[in-house]
């Protein structure tokens, strides 16, 4: 099928247009899965699903020692340079190698503790260890991850995303239905051996020539460079995973599991359409601001990203706030509970969408301080709010606070870039 002209002239909109394909076909599987969820599991199993997706989002930080970003960028800078690629390739291999041993370590001797503190119960050690089996498809998946963003290959992106979700899927819905939520969990943390299967079939033979094995060994010359990604990445997934893990155990103690399980779900439905701008900031944001040097450059940049996709995002956003009640009860049956905390989440969502565009420079450049203490303000912003907004509003104070956290963290990112190419020019002259 032949994209129309305007489209396919704008890179933006063909990987935005392409990636509306995909995340479609996953909404509406989603859709079925989730209701599936919600009526065989109730408020407190959404709740625990929450819990394990949390966990399996951080171990793709620590299993790799998060060099995910860093991958990204060089990649990028340096797909025709084979020698620079094999000295970064090689230094990703050992960060993951010592990724991959410590997660898997920590996981498995310490199942039992992360069972009770999370679960408040031992019945789940087996998913820890069965985590800890699985930690270097986690890694391996990551990286490989990492060279098709940085490739900027939106069609196999595309491709990979479908069908690893389509598989995962069909996974969940037969533990779902041979062991009820145990088997749901089972079949979340085996996703990635999923995922990894898909990509070696798809993007395998590509990979080949970016990626020389034979030349790979443990030198570390890339090590400084890619320990910034690896504190950058810390904060901004670690520990808002962790954050998120605190609210849930917040709102469970403070108001009831039923409420938690609203809140959950009100991030599933908030990560599902957010997953339209997360392939656009890996597969073109990133590698476009990596090759950007001039402030003028970079605001051209960004008036394009911004007026290409912030109104389809408000356009969306708007459809799903008014048509929440129907969400509601096609997704999520009975949780009538999440009805107040659309507005915040997607007002928040939109601002948030907005600031994390600019905040890609950080990470472009390599901007550890300035990374690090932006997202620093963001979470604890998040957490300090959510713990006052919760005595007031109930959950609904949780999204409030995302809300006002956001619009925080969007002015505190423009100053922080404004002072950056402020000092750039005034180094030039």
Known sequence: MKLPKFISNNTVLKITSLNAIVISIRLVVSVFIQRMLAIAVGESGIASIGQVRNVLAMLTTTSTLGVFSGVVKYVSQFKADQPELSKLFSTVTLFTLVGSVLSSAILFFGASFFSDYLFYNQEYIYVFHLLAVIIPFIAVNRIVNGVISGLSDYKRYAKIELISYLLGAVALVYGLYNSDLKGVIIAIALTPIIQLIVLVFVFGKTLKQYVNFRTLNFSIVYKNKLLAFTLMSFISSFLINYIELDIRFLVTKEININEAG????????????????????????????????????????????????????????????????????????????????????????????????????????????????????????????????????????????????????????????????????????
Not at 367 to 388: A, N, R, Y
């Open 262 to 429: 609203y809140w959950t779900a009100m991030t599933f439905i908030s990560k599902n359409y957010m997953v339209f701008a997360t392939g656009l900031f890996t597969l073109y944001v990133l590698p476009k601001f990596a090759n950007i040097t001039g402030k003028q450059e970079f605001v051209k940049e960004v008036i394009n990203i911004y007026k290409t996709i912030l109104p389809i995002f408000a356009l969306g956003m708007l459809l799903v706030y008014l048509l929440r009640n129907l969400i509601i009860q096609i997704i999520y049956p009975e949780f009538t509970g999440m009805e107040p905390l659309f507005k915040w989440q997607l007002l928040g969502d939109f601002v948030r969408l907005s600031s994390v565009v600019l905040a890609h420079q950080f990470l472009a450049k390599r901007l550890v301080k300035s990374f690090v203490i932006t997202e620093l303000i963001s979470l604890i912003l998040f957490f300090v709010l959510s713990k006052i907004f919760i005595s007031y509003y109930g959950t609904e104070g949780v999204v409030l606070a995302h809300f006002v956290r956001y619009v925080i963290y969007f002015v505190v990112v423009i100053f922080v870039i404004k002072h950056y190419y402020n000092n750039s020019t005034l180094q030039k002259e």
